[in-house]
């Protein structure tokens, strides 16, 4: 049977979710071993394991609440009076963007984290779609010219690339890429 912990133990349960996040944005996944999740911590690393009796939940518990504060995020974007520049905002934010790839490269290795990705990208997806769809139809739109899925496809892409590339310090077009996002997007919501 596996120990929960104490409701009133929050706190240190948060330290590790937060000390988790932190060594996994700066010195990726592999990193975030419950050693040196508990030294970030400030803890002894048998905390680790009370809070979290296997790795796994502690990475699906940091994913979830990331996840969640990046659905909210994005809701807020998406209803927002400029909603394809809020939007776009979230999807080219360095940090959100780094977590989420260390976690692809993490599902990868483990299938309970793969299938926690896949099923949190079809909600975000879907969410996106379904905005974007009132979008499209509010400004006027072509769908068949401008299918949603393909304008949150491509907006998503170009923004985890300039991302990817700027961390290996390659960014030659990114300035001109940006540019040129949002020329599309000024053609629907003038600034």
């Given amino acids: 049977m596996t120990r929960r912990p104490h409701p009133g133990d929050s706190t240190t349960r948060d330290l590790l979710i937060n000390a988790t996040i932190k060594v996994m944005v700066e010195d990726g996944y592999a990193a975030a071993t419950s050693r040196r999740v508990a030294g970030e911590a400030g803890v002894k690393p048998a905390l680790v394991h009370y809070y979290f009796p296997t790795m796994d939940e502690l990475y699906l518990d940091v994913f979830r609440r990331g996840a969640a504060a990046y659905q909210e995020r994005q809701t807020r974007a998406l209803t927002s009076d400029r909603p394809l520049h809020a939007l776009w905002d979230t999807l ?17 290795h483990r299938k309970a984290i793969r299938a926690e990705l896949a099923a949190w990208f079809g909600r975000w997806r879907d969410t996106q779609i379904t905005a974007l769809n009132s979008i499209v139809r509010e400004h006027d739109m072509d769908a068949g010219e401008f299918p949603p899925a393909g304008i949150a496809v491509i907006l998503a892409a170009i923004g985890r ?18 540019a040129l996002v949002n020329r599309f997007i000024d053609r629907f919501e003038l600034p």
């Fill in 161 to 178: 690339m300039l991302i990817l590339e700027d961390a290996l310090g390659a960014t030659a077009g990114h300035d001109e890429a940006v």
């Fill in 92 to 108: 080219i934010e360095p940090k959100d963007t780094r977590l989420l790839l260390e976690f692809m490269g993490l599902a990868n």
